[in-house]
């Protein structure tokens, strides 16, 4: 059972999706601590300068708060028009913009017509992979499996064991640094990791012809650009198949 143990990101990139493609069991880590000016309530766009730009919610700061309860601030009553507008200018002059801009519209005006955050990410996140034809996993959130712990490490074995998963997907960020992965590898659970960014996709980028191309933006970067069909292609191409990662890595 492969499965991705992961926060909800707001519009994640091709990589974050990837990982979900590649995996039985999405885990939903809802019951940790919210982290601002990260990628949980923003993401990178290009602008109509073809400058690369945040693309953010108006969540406020919510400084040591439980992810789960995180809302959306009530001080900008038009943030959603505003944001669809960003979104719009930002990329109206790519080649698939017309043809794939009512759907993804419709996605994002039922999902930002949610106040909370984590409802907000995940409708996005679950309704782009039924919009490009992927296969969902099947969705579990930590806090229906354990209570918060503060030890990250100690957090994946307990919802490992409570699940049943024997195979963990990560990729080449900070995950790797962050968990005591020789004390989850000799427990039982295999690692593989996608390196997804080294092997991320070039595509035509538009506004971006003199700066040249930038990995790691909102999903609907490709979408717009690349189309629907080769986002698709981009994220279940069998070459991002997670690799099973060498456990003496890990010894201590």
């Known amino acids: 059972m492969n499965a991705t143990i992961h926060q909800p990101y707001f519009l994640p990139w091709l990589g974050y999706f990837s990982k979900l493609a590649f ?6 880590l809802d019951n940790v601590h919210f982290r ?6 923003r993401t990178k766009i290009v602008n109509m300068q073809g400058e690369i730009r945040w693309l953010s919610l108006p969540t406020g700061q919510h400084f040591q708060e439980n992810y789960r309860e ?17 979104i719009e200018y930002s990329y109206a002059k790519t080649t698939y913009f017309d043809s794939e ?6 996605l994002l005006i039922s ?34 499996v354990s209570s918060f712990c503060e030890d990250a490490t100690e957090k994946i074995l307990i919802i ?7 195979t963990i997907v990560v990729g080449t960020g900070k995950s790797l ?20 960014l080294n092997n991320h996709p070039v ?36 070459q991002h198949l997670p690799k099973p990662l060498d456990s003496s890595l890990f010894t201590l």
């Open 23 to 28: 995996s039985d069991v999405f885990v939903v």
């Open 36 to 41: 601002k000016r990260h990628f949980l309530d």
């Open 70 to 86: 995180v809302t959306i601030a009530q001080t900008d009553k038009n943030y959603v028009d505003k944001l669809l507008k960003t």
């Open 101 to 106: 801009w009512p759907e993804i519209h419709n």
């Open 111 to 144: 999902a930002l017509s949610n106040s909370n955050l984590i409802d907000i990410n995940m409708e996005i996140i679950n309704g782009l992979m039924i919009y490009l034809n992927i296969k969902l996993p099947t969705i579990y959130y930590a806090s229906q």
């Open 160 to 166: 490992c064991k409570a699940i049943g998963i024997n």
């Open 177 to 196: 640094q962050v968990h005591d992965w020789h004390k989850i590898t000799t427990s039982g659970v295999e690692i593989r990791e996608q390196d997804y």
């Open 203 to 238: 595509y035509y980028q538009s506004r971006r012809k003199v700066s040249g191309f930038q990995k790691g933006l909102n999903i609907l970067d490709s979408v717009f650009n690349a189309g629907k069909h080769n986002t698709r292609e981009f994220i279940t191409n069998i």
